[in-house]
């Protein structure tokens, strides 16, 4: 019982001094303590004064006195080595299941600082260990979360054992921030109902019209415009991505992706939903999304849309 309070005190005092999206490093929120090869140099520090001090032998008291400001001397550097250090969270970049996650921090350090772990206490992740030089730098920490869903990004942790690993420093960068890990995309056919749409029900199931008739002229390109229409030879010559417009041009396909329509398992159904979603969007196509009377996604086209269906694939 005793343990369980200090821990959540502990916590309590952690989230309120270091929950921001950017801390500055300063005796607030720096901890410094022996490590424990640290622990092992002042317990010889120990026997050597009381060595000294039994046999009387100067020397030793002299030793015992040259370790002990060797400890004193790497407590100090080793809090000015982050003394003054600016942490940002950039941005976590969602992805597919069983894929890493991406973790973008900024480092603004008013001089070099070594020996710099950054780790996650929440997720298991790839190794980051590393000296920054002074100045700001972007630094990556690939998180593994599991299976689809959404997650808190919680509790960051960055850690020093510099100099000469007898103590460890650390700080704490907690951030409310959340990203999504996508299902798997699993390859199936486009299938969707050859259904027209109807003023009534308002809402698009398929159609696929193209009329290019006459060539009418050149427009830059949007996002959602199919990628198909690009004119490569102007792209080639003047580096500018332009669309081939047509007279009555009417170029679209729309298509509504059902979660009823699939059969098997849900994580299989959501997994061939994730596949034909980006199939779509990367032929440039509007589609809507189903997955039950509650969720839907309307038809749109674009990577914001595109987006909005795989969070709501990561939901579901």
Not at 115 to 136: E, I, P
Not at 202 to 231: A, C, M, W
């Amino acid at each position: 019982m005793r343990r369980d309070w200090l821990q959540s005190w502990l916590a309590d005092i952690i989230k309120r001094k270091h929950s921001a999206a950017q801390i500055t490093l300063s005796h607030h929120n720096i901890y410094i303590v022996p490590s424990r090869q640290g622990a092992f140099f002042l317990c010889m520090v120990t026997l050597n004064f009381i060595l000294g001090s039994n046999y009387q032998n100067n020397l030793i008291l002299g030793v015992a006195y040259v370790m002990l400001l060797i400890l004193v001397l790497a407590l100090i550097y080793g809090y000015l080595n982050l003394h003054g250090l600016s942490i940002q969270l950039l941005d976590v970049k969602n992805n597919f299941a069983e894929k890493p996650v991406e973790v973008q921090i900024k480092l603004t350090s008013p001089h070099t600082c070594y020996s710099l772990d950054v780790a996650s206490q929440g997720f298991d992740f790839s190794d980051c260990n590393s000296h920054y030089s002074q100045g700001a730098q972007v630094m990556s920490l690939f998180l593994h979360p599991g299976p689809r869903g959404r997650y808190t990004l919680g509790r960051l942790k960055l850690s020093s054992n510099y100099p000469f690993g007898l103590v460890r420093v650390w700080t704490y960068l907690n951030v409310d921030r959340t990203f999504c890990v996508y299902p798997s995309p699993l390859a199936c056919q486009l299938t969707f109902s050859e259904q027209e749409v109807t003023a009534e029900k308002g809402q698009y199931v398929h159609q696929s019209t193209q009329s290019h008739e006459n060539f009418d002229g050149l427009e830059r390109f949007r996002p959602g415009i199919s990628k198909s229409r690009i004119s490569w030879r102007h792209f080639a010559k003047s580096q500018q991505l332009l669309v081939k417009q047509y007279s009555g041009d009417s170029f679209y396909s729309q298509h509504t992706f059902d979660y009823a329509a699939h059969d098997g398992p849900k994580e299989a159904r959501l997994s061939k939903l994730c596949y034909q979603v980006l199939e779509a969007d990367k032929q440039g196509d509007e589609f809507a999304l189903r997955l039950s009377n509650a969720v839907q996604v309307t038809a749109g086209r674009g990577d914001k849309h595109r987006e909005a269906c795989l969070e709501a694939l990561s939901d579901f």
